[in-house]
């Protein structure tokens, strides 16, 4: 398929231009690239990024887990140290009784409840519970960091409509995508940049070239409503002259930047995203997302980022 | 009325440029968008960025609520696993002592005070107060983290004057506002920008153009008096010509954004604001306010912020 | 005393130009300026920004001080509900010891250390004490982000030669001072601003005029070492002409602003100087303040930042 | 040996350019300067940024060390002020028991566990443990504040190549090397520079001249897989003209400076590295480091970072 000839190539953005197999998309929706490493290391740092990155409801299940694991490693060593070196336990002494004994100790210990109904009396329980003490708030210590670094991370939810579509535009034809702040606070100085990529599979192995799109726009002052995203697919586009019909069967991926200010964290949030060519819908536009209520306000509806209407193409 | 036609039109800065409605103005004095959003999801994030944002009174007011909601909780949870698995409660058993006795052992547990006049001896209620105890210390690292946000978040407070005036400027007129530090600290590098957004409802529905204003100065190096912000009335105002007495009449807005670096959290501060054309007085100049004292100090006085005087305009 | 008049003259960088009586120096040598406020709002952040920023005995004073202060404070709530409230106190009950056994109660409940020698029996001691281990929490917590600002709040110990000298330079002379890092970590990508405020008393009030100053290096790379600021005398300065001589007797001020990243935080770090023209001593240079040692080690000594020696300047 | 003349020489990157003696090479592989500083001062902050970037098993053992010491310290307090004034301690009375029992006590104060089997009874011994209380608290706040400074400081791990070497590039040859991102995050916008400071023994003392090294490409937009540096050995090289098996025998040093955006932290990282000349391997290539697997997806073998195979140089 032809590809305009005299449109400026860009060098590659850093994700290499030739492989020996086909490859999948570069970058997936939620901004991640499809690279694995091995032979890395593992660091601290790795650990902390993980533990911010995942899940909430996976964050506290590793945390009660440890919890729970952390007192049963110390009842243990209670155990070991003799259970008779810890007040206030009469009665029966079967296994069972005893573990629990020393776990409920531990906990109390680990979490500095210290009821005190269980205290240590002999050398060894008290020496373990000098280090389990320390440990117990050593450990909510990082709890906390972890806790706070979730939180207080710059992230941004940059959401992309699902569609993307080809639509008229001016006297020609256009791609054209959605975006939107999908948090309350306000994005400002925005900006927006597309590479991109179209794979070439007739030499030996695949090649890759990159192409950075022309846009109707590409900044914008502050985001609190929706932002149309416009390629016009004029004589400034790779595309050009390619049919709009076959765009969607060209082996190719936009890769997509923004940046912008978040003003409640005071710094710069980027997102990366991608569509690939197969994706395209065309001929259709999207419908207006917000509307004014009787009060004079925007009501912007988050759902109807998607909404969108048929509508012959120009010629 | 007139709009100087040769005067060059900014692209939409996101805000939208048609609406079937009337609309209120766009950003309000706080800095806030006249945007509701519906249909939209509300993350742990969102919760946070609540907990940072609301005034003390009602964030502490939170705390204390959620503080007893969750000790009276846990206060159900060890009566359902029965009140005589804790220690050192003796006498009459009416429900309320017995949920109060819970309840304050839930309070001994949950801060990790644990008094140990009461303690657990079942095994049930040694398994909540085991959760218990974890999820107080838990929650306090939470709020610790919050705490600190609320502290942390580099925030301004830079002050706008309540008028906007139309003063006398060189040989003509300009529209004039001023800004101020509301914080001890110094601002550096401050940079101001105005989009003057002028309504017009003589189509189908609400149309509106925007338009960047020329300003006498557009930064500033350090702001440790205040700034008054000049928009000369010249020919490269798009309200030039414009009889000064009827702008107040047009149907417009002022959208202003400032950036500082604010050298206490070693990070860049924004503040929108905006003024509508209503707001402006006319024939107005503003008095100095700030003075020297004896030892040769520079007293800003914050209160005389919006303090003028009557003055005629140029022709 | 002639100045140039062919340079530029800088607006004014925001502190004023005319006033009615002599003022102090702009900008003090810690980079404060010689502003105060009045009749402004105070606020928690700004409580937080003072307690962040008051020198270490200082800020542990207050921390004993309020401790001490909270724990009298619920003592003498106790004391109301009724000392017999509380467990574990025989004896003699003179005012002095009902007070301390329930100061010490207290300080056992606001710090959750809880031993349960003494613990709450009636309802009234129960509720404060309720109340008394989670305000006990949250003040750590508030401590703890406190204690985490004055650490990991970005700031710079950028330390400035007390001297200010004209030397000779190339052909001509030259105004210079010396900067260095006080610190070990490494700054990158400074860049260093200059701004000449002179005043002028001849007419009604003082006047001040500004100039920004060209100088022979104004960006940096590094500063592993110290790095010398070149102000030369010749044709592109605002004070070119004036006999070297004749300059400290002007009146007149350098207002001075480096910036530069901070590897350790991974920001922006701004300090701002000042000298005034009247702290020049002429005829000196600056002596080499490193050396190279055996190994090959360059050894930077600190305290010879001051250090000069005499020279006689060029006509 | 020929240093190309027409080649612009980049003034003093702040590392000074003239010695009484030989030095060692600037700055090393870990990014340090080869600078050491006498006469200083130490603050709390240094205290801070050193317990921040320290090696994680020695933090943990001064941790440890502290905690010991620390209830060493009260322990022998609480002896001063009498073993008879703490509740909870009968039997034999020899001076290890006395200091064991103290030892513990004060454990259970400092980290607020407080079991109650041991409790203060003298007035000596409360108000110590008033002050431990506190003390333990707050010690474990700047414990929670490093330990959260260890985690979220923005830091990088750019690898870089053991190897730097002359490849063939075009119709001539290139010096050559290879970086990488060692964490799974992903940097954008990555900018590179190179100053070549060759030294000159030839005059009293050692001078130093600095070059601006020409670079193929020395930004790129992602860096999800490795990054080839590449200065181009042609007309606009300082070392234009050296025969390639001569450059290793010069005294020079590449200074290489790498910044990105971190989008986990959102913020600017820097790096810092060199090379000395004598380091370069002539002759060889860099393999490619990453494969396909059978999914698509890009592998990054990290180990590869290194793997260069022999090749000819042009002429």
Avoid: C
């Amino acid at each position: 398929m032809a590809v305009k000839p005299n449109t400026r190539i860009e060098t590659d953005p850093g994700v290499g231009s030739s492989y020996r197999h086909k490859t999948k998309r570069t970058i997936n929706h939620d901004g991640s690239f499809n690279v694995k490493r091995i032979n890395g290391e593992f660091t601290m740092r790795d650990a902390y990024l993980f533990l911010v990155r995942i899940p909430w409801w996976l964050f506290l299940l590793i945390l009660l887990f440890s919890y729970l694991l952390f007192n049963v490693f110390f009842a243990l060593l209670y155990l070991l140290a003799g259970i008779e070196g810890m007040s206030g336990f009469e009665g029966n002494h079967s296994w069972i009784s005893d573990f629990l004994h020393a776990f409920f100790f531990s906990v109390q210990t680990f979490t500095t409840v210290g009821y005190g109904s269980t205290s240590p009396m002999s050398l060894g329980v008290n020496l373990i519970a000098t280090i389990e003490a320390m440990t117990g708030l050593l450990s909510f210590s990082v709890a906390t960091g972890i806790l706070y670094g979730r939180f207080s991370r710059p992230t941004e939810r940059i959401l992309f409509s699902d569609k993307l579509i080809i639509s008229p535009y001016k006297n020609g034809n256009a791609i054209m995508f959605r975006v939107m702040n999908g948090r309350s606070n306000i994005l400002m100085d925005l900006n927006i940049n597309i590479t991109l990529g179209l794979n070439d599979s007739s030499k030996q192995g695949y090649a890759r070239k990159f192409y950075r799109l022309n846009l109707e726009l590409d900044n914008i002052k502050y985001l609190p409503l929706s932002w149309t995203i416009v390629h016009p697919l004029d004589e400034n586009s790779p595309i050009n002259g390619v049919d709009p019909s076959k765009i969607p069967e060209m082996d190719g991926e936009l890769m997509i930047t923004i940046s912008g200010f978040d003003d409640t964290y005071g710094q710069e949030v980027y997102r990366r995203f991608s569509y690939e060519l197969n994706e395209i819908t065309i001929g259709e536009k999207f419908k207006r997302n917000f509307h004014v209520d009787d009060e004079g306000y925007l009501i912007l509806d988050q759902k109807k980022l998607n909404d969108t209407e048929t509508i012959s193409l120009n010629k």
